[in-house]
């Protein structure tokens, strides 16, 4: 692990995979600058896994083409590819030693002994287990093997690595720890990386730009920030994030734009994030952005109730009916400052133009 | 008119196959490749021959069908074809008698115990068959230990007669066949669901009437698949009714033995052998039929 | 309740078991006449069969063809369970079923088959006509247990070893193989088994020069009385059970290698 190397590109266009019926990947195109952290998140089934194991080479797509660092590989055999892999369970060899886990890749190679050597205790020091070369696989817990499984993947220096929910068989807060290990070592070392998860809070930690999946077509692509205040359609904005979703029509009224549900729902649309949609649309704005309009700061305002309020610690949520049956959840800090309306409580709630999206 | 064109309606042929495709069929081919070798050696060496017995049995020297004829005709070889299914028959009820209660039993052990119990039983089933059968040569013969000991204790004055007859056949038989009706037996009663029983039992049901209505239908699969199973072996057992039988527990292995090796009729062998090989097929595909193979398989 | 339940357990264990541990006690009495119980205890019996040549040779040979049984069974059974366990090619249910249809068929039918067959190619009373006569009756389990072994093995290992760099064939080599070894070795004692003990087809085409040690033994049941018998079905016993704990020590290895591949919860650092 001398200098960072620069990552290669991985460019995939236009994979389509079939089994039978089933469409696991439809039309996937996507690109992996040199150097960055793409995510492909996604529930189970949205062909995030299927995607990986294309790039991999372990399934071979029907129609397509992958290529990394500009050369086409979609015909190129896995061990022929010059990837690095972590898979969910690790797959350590059981039956060598850590050490000799590490070096199972250079040795494939060919590398002189005194090689070996040095890079394999070099991989081990960049993952903060020194220590353990001797030792078998079973003997570590999950998280070291998880290291473990990184250092294997890094040590011959690919120019991009691929993880397979490498981090979902720990415990939350090990997760968390990993989380940022694994993005401070990819930083460093400037590899490309793609990774897959089902877990959004993950993909918005860990990533450059998420690819949102869902039953083998990608839905929408952007940094963790453009998904987030900016999705491009409801199940982007459900799936990242908590969001209320109302459903109602947008109708001209004199010369403004008006959002209309249920019975006598009225709320104040800016021109701007209409899109010049007109009929049935979906509100969608975000708990936090929901804010105590007592005073009537915020440009728009709506009246409601308290339903409930309910204590989470560092938030409290709350949630609030509208006029005409709507409710909405809004969710607040947990700060000695802020008022806290009680159930049964009519109040005031406004948002600006800006946090509300139509979609 | 130009061949491809939208104007012929014929449309330009596509590239054969995908690289996909392609793969996958090199990786089947390759697999297969691996079973080839036994499957050659399994034609050869045992379709093969088996088949050649089949013609023996009908085309020596033309067609004719008179070796089955002479087996169902001739008084002497009938008897044995009727023998050979009553040994069986006879089998099967003894080892559903011991079986299905000592499988029930182990069932209900303590884990530590029916541990044990399943390993001695396997162990059983390991043992060399000429051995097992020996050892009851040595307790049933007249002088044998079971008779010097009860003579000796004056239970008896002159030696009873457990060999060479229907009852010493019937005991070696069980004593052999047993595990193939309590392992399966045993994994149906450990895979039962228990709160069943215990249900019935909290409705008002006794034991009796529990066993009768739950317990024995549940478990009915599991007789049928297990006596069928030591049915069919049982028709083709050859060692025992030859070492602990007498002239007339000859069944029909032993005929077969006998017509190749003092008689040397072997048109007549081959065809007591089709009759024997037709008979279990038949069987197997009447237990595939209703069992399905999966616990043929399991089972080694 | 629990009292008849325990008694009649323990009395059809005895049934199942005892046979045979009449012989052991009986293998300890005198050579010249076989007792039960033996009036005075000594090896004689096992002394006679070490010094007697005929016994000793059929042991011999019955170890030949065994050894060599499981060599060819192992191989053939293993390259089979692998392409029937990996491979996904038309008929592959079919081929499955009729592969296993040795342990189906009465051996006396398969004991004949041989016979005829072999009388032609003058493999009869040689120890490759009973080697290959074998090698069809054992592969079934072979393929049963290597079937098995395979079914449990974690497929990422050989993923990960391949995008490692290294070939299909080294990952087979340095990854599967090592991995399932334990189901290999049980499979491969098995199948000596099967040929150590078989008799009904050495009964068909032994001969004067390839007498195996069941053939032996059923010649001497069937002919004269051997009071060394007991002493060689203890031998006999002991070798069975010294073959199967170790394919049963190999199997329990191997199911705790697997237990432990899947990964275990990640807990402290």
């Known amino acids: ?359 | 008119m130009l061949l491809f064109s939208e104007e012929s309606g014929v449309a330009p042929p596509a590239r054969l196959l995908t690289h996909a495709q392609r793969v996958a069929r090199r990786r089947a081919l390759g697999y297969f490749y691996l079973v080839l070798p036994l499957l050659a050696v399994m034609l050869g060496l045992f379709v093969f021959p088996i088949l050649q017995i089949l013609a023996k049995s009908i085309f020596e020297p033309s067609f004719t069908l008179a070796n089955y004829a002479r087996a169902f005709r001739d008084p002497i070889y009938l008897r044995v074809l009727l023998i050979t299914v009553k040994i069986s028959l006879l089998t099967t009820l003894g080892c559903l008698a011991l079986g299905y209660p000592m499988a029930y039993l182990m069932a209900e052990a303590p884990p530590r115990i029916r541990g044990i119990l399943v390993a001695l039983v396997a162990l059983s089933l390991f043992m060399s068959l000429l051995v097992k059968n020996y050892a009851w040569t040595v307790l049933l013969q007249d002088t044998g230990v079971i008779n010097t000991f009860l003579l000796r204790w004056g239970v008896i004055h002159k030696p009873l007669h457990l060999m060479y007859n229907l009852f010493g056949v019937l005991v070696g038989m069980t004593q052999m066949l047993l595990p193939f009706m309590i392992l399966p037996l045993f994994s149906v009663f450990s895979g039962m669901d228990r709160t069943l029983r215990r249900a019935s039992r909290s409705l008002g049901a006794g034991s009796l009437r529990t066993f009768l209505h739950v317990t024995l239908p549940l478990t009915l699969p599991g007789v049928g698949a297990g006596a069928l199973l030591v049915f069919i072996v049982s028709l083709g057992y050859f060692i025992t009714p030859a070492l602990l039988g007498g002239s007339s527990e000859m069944m029909l292995s032993n005929l077969i033995e006998n017509q190749v090796h003092q008689t040397l009729n072997w048109p007549f062998a081959s065809a007591l052998a089709t009759l024997l090989l037709s008979f279990t097929t038949g069987s197997y595909l009447v237990y595939h039929r209703f069992f399905g193979s999966e616990k043929l398989w399991e089972r080694v | 309740m629990k009292v008849f339940a325990a008694i009649f357990c323990v009395l059809l264990l005895l049934f199942l078991l005892a046979p045979v541990l009449v012989l052991i006690p009986m293998s300890l009495g005198s050579a010249k006449m076989a007792e039960f119980p033996p009036r005075t205890l000594s090896l004689d019996q096992y002394r006679a069969f070490f010094h007697s040549r005929p016994w000793i040779q059929s042991v011999l040979t019955s170890l030949r063809i065994g050894l060599a049984t499981m060599v060819f069974a192992t191989t053939l059974g293993t390259m089979a369970a692998f392409g029937l366990v990996r491979g996904e090619f038309p008929g592959k249910a079919s081929l499955s079923a009729f592969l296993m249809a040795p342990r189906f068929v009465p051996v006396i039918i398969t004991a004949l088959a041989s016979y005829a067959l072999f009388a032609r190619l003058r493999l009869i009373g040689t120890e490759w006509g009973l080697i290959l006569a074998h090698t069809i009756l054992a592969c079934p389990f072979v393929i049963i247990i290597v079937s098995a072994t395979l079914r449990g093995f974690d497929r990422s290992l050989e993923q990960a070893s391949q995008i490692l760099g290294a070939a299909p064939l080294k990952t087979v080599l340095r990854i599967t193989l090592p991995l399932i070894r334990p189901g290999i070795v049980s499979a491969a004692l098995f199948a000596f088994m099967v040929s150590f003990d078989e008799i009904v087809v050495a009964i068909f085409i032994s001969g004067t020069r390839t007498v195996t040690l069941p053939k032996r033994m059923w010649d001497a049941l069937t002919y004269e009385m051997e009071p060394t018998l007991p002493a060689i079905s203890t031998l006999i016993l002991l070798t069975t059970l010294l073959v199967f704990a170790t394919a049963g020590w190999a199997q329990r290895a191997a199911s705790r290698l697997r237990a432990a591949e899947a990964g275990p919860k990640g807990q402290e650092k």
Not at chain 1, 94 to 107: D, G, K, S, V
Not at chain 1, 224 to 232: A, K, M, N, S, V
């Open chain 1, 1 to 359: 692990m001398s200098q960072p190397r620069r990552g290669a590109e991985v460019r995939l266009e236009g994979l389509v995979k079939t089994y039978g019926p089933v469409r696991a990947v439809d039309s996937v195109s996507l690109t992996v600058s040199s150097g960055e952290f793409v995510t492909l998140l996604g529930p189970s089934g949205s062909g995030k896994t299927t995607t990986l194991m294309i790039v991999a080479g372990f399934v071979e797509p029907d129609e397509g083409a992958v290529y990394i660092g500009g050369v086409q590989v979609t015909e190129t055999p896995p061990h022929r590819r010059g990837l690095g892999m972590v898979f969910q369970h690790y797959a350590l060899f059981p039956h060598m030693t850590i050490f000799e886990n590490i070096a199972y890749p250079l040795r494939v190679r060919h590398a002189p002994k005194d090689e070996i050597l040095q890079r394999v205790q070099a991989a081990l020091e960049l993952v903060q287990l020194p220590a353990v070369g001797a030792r078998y696989p079973l003997q570590l817990s999950g998280g070291q093997q998880q290291r473990i499984a990184v250092a294997r993947a890094l040590v011959y220096e690919p120019v991009v690595l691929l993880m397979d929910e490498p981090l979902g068989a720990l415990d939350r807060k090990l997760r968390e720890q990993m989380q940022v290990e694994l993005r401070s070592l990819q930083q460093n070392l400037g590899i490309s990386t793609l990774y897959v998860t089902h877990d959004q809070e993950e993909a918005m930690t860990l990533s450059d730009r998420v690819v949102v999946m869902r039953a083998g077509r990608i839905e929408q692509v952007g940094t963790p920030e453009d998904l987030y205040e900016r999705p491009q359609n409801h199940f982007v904005a459900d799936f990242i994030g908590a969001s209320n979703c109302l459903e109602g029509e947008l109708r001209t009224q004199g010369d403004r734009l008006v959002f209309a549900a249920g019975e006598g729902l009225r709320l104040p649309v800016a021109p701007l994030q209409a899109k010049a949609k007109h009929g049935r649309v979906r509100l969608i704005i975000r708990p936090e952005r929901i804010r105590w309009a007592e005073d009537g700061s915020t440009e728009v305002t709506a009246a409601g109730v308290v339903v409930s309020s309910t204590y989470l610690g560092e938030r409290v949520r709350y949630v609030v009916r509208l006029q005409g049956e709507q409710t909405l959840v809004v969710t607040h800090p947990n700060l000695e400052s802020s008022a806290r309306p009680r159930e049964g409580t009519a109040v005031r709630i406004g948002w600006n133009y800006a946090d509300a999206i139509i979609l």
